[in-house]
């Protein structure tokens, strides 16, 4: 009857959600808010000419919702770092995770709480811990490879984009027989919801998401804890038994770290090979130079970032850019359009792998929520490309693209492709 209840109570919030943001994108529309354009098909094609009409309006901006936008660098990079805004709202009460599905742990934590559990889990992507990946990680990127060699034409995203990541981190976290297709499916049905919850059947898809994965993380942490391995989650269940984290912290904590390992480095690969391609001079120059790696990754999180924006609340009224941000006041921080900042980036709208600052981004974040796994997936992602361009020199996009439904999340679902 729990189950069924909490169900009940999530449907009809998701219709509640639902009807108030359709009638907030309605109103939006029609009075030209930049926030609502993005959801349109397409805003979320090419988002990048609405955020230069945002820029036209001012550092800060309000919504039709009333919130506040910023598609400056140097204001969303101050609110990232003010420690006046976090990411509840200031008498929000910590949340009771036992009670709370898909809670993504030190996401939505402000200190003290995101400094504990932040300590816990930084170790797992300390320089050390990276530099023994590394071979692991090749190993993984070549296997995955080889199999798109032998097919000649196959689909960037789900063949390799997609398993590459995939697989590392549910190795290096201790998952067994990780099912590539099925967690890939958990990440695309968990970054949709950071656009928030849209119908009753997302949240259907939620739940069912958040129940598939609580299980898998039960399970293994029961065995972890029974006989430890050299694993992400044997060394974070230590701390469990030290009481430093507590269970629902533990499986929330690996579910970030799950979703958070693969999810970024999928869009990384996909919106960098599109670029790239579209570019093709700068393809042959990282054909012939290899090493232009970790520079192609840089720029590709500036051009075009997997995360395209997050928030802060205020927790004191605040001035900025001439406004008074109150109390709870929410500041929508657009990653994508920062990382387009003319007053930052010169021709910011073209793709460059050569840039001298590309690496000034703000794809990560900033301040203390700054991504905990932003070496990983530049590791990653120079991998990738590494390989991609030497074992793949004659690469070509070879059918139609088909982009993810998302705005907060930017990427593509298909990208066929001819080796």
Not at 25 to 36: I, M, S, V
Not at 172 to 199: E, T
Not at 213 to 238: G, K, M, Y
Request: hydrophobic share 40%; glycine share 6%; aromatic share 6%.
């Amino acid at each position: 009857m729990t189950k069924a209840r909490d169900i009940t109570m999530a449907a009809r919030l998701a219709t509640q959600l639902w009807r108030v943001r359709a009638a907030i994108w309605t109103a939006g529309r029609l009075r030209g808010d930049h926030a609502a354009q993005l959801r349109l098909r397409s805003g979320r094609l090419n988002p990048y000419p609405i955020y230069e009409r945002l820029r036209a309006a001012g550092p800060l901006t309000r919504t039709a919702s009333g919130e506040w936008a910023t598609p400056s660098h140097e204001l969303c990079n101050k609110v990232l770092r003010d420690r006046r805004f976090g990411v509840r709202p200031a008498e929000a009460p910590t949340p009771d995770l036992s009670a709370e599905a898909m809670d993504l742990s030190m996401l939505d934590r402000d200190p003290p709480d995101h400094t504990r559990l932040r300590r816990l889990a930084m170790p797992a992507f300390s320089p050390k811990m990276l530099s023994s990946y590394q071979p692991r990680i090749d190993k993984v990127v070549e296997g995955i490879l080889d199999e798109a060699e032998h097919r000649g034409e196959f689909d960037l995203m789900t063949d390799f984009a997609a398993p590459f990541p995939i697989a590392v981190i549910t190795e290096l976290l201790g998952i067994p027989d990780a099912d590539a297709a099925h967690f890939s499916q958990y990440g695309a049905v968990i970054g949709s919801a950071l656009d928030g919850v849209q119908s009753v059947r997302h949240a259907g898809q939620l739940m069912a998401a958040d129940r598939d994965l609580q299980r898998i993380f039960s399970r293994l942490i029961d065995e972890r804890i029974a006989q430890p391995r050299d694993d992400v989650i044997s060394h974070l269940a230590a701390a469990m038994g030290d009481d430093r984290l507590t269970p629902i912290e533990l499986i929330t904590m690996c579910r970030l770290l799950l979703i958070a390992g693969f999810e970024t480095t999928v869009n990384l690969i996909g919106n960098g090979t599109l670029a790239l391609l579209r570019h093709r001079d700068q393809w042959d120059e990282l054909c012939a130079d290899p090493e232009l790696a970790p520079a192609v990754v840089e720029e590709t999180l500036r051009y075009d970032p997997p995360v395209q924006g997050t928030g802060r609340f205020a927790h004191e009224a605040i001035d900025i850019a001439g406004q008074r941000i109150p109390r709870d006041g929410w500041v929508q921080v657009y990653l994508g359009a920062a990382n387009r900042d003319p007053e930052i980036f010169t021709a910011p709208d073209q793709f460059d792998i050569h840039r001298a600052n590309s690496s000034e981004h703000l794809a990560f974040s900033g301040g203390v929520h700054y991504c905990l796994g932003a070496p990983l997936a530049r590791l990653e992602g120079a991998i990738a490309f590494r390989a991609l361009s030497r074992r793949m020199p004659r690469l070509r996009q070879s059918g139609r693209l088909v982009r993810r439904r998302t705005v907060t999340i930017r990427g593509l679902r298909h990208f066929p492709v001819r080796a």
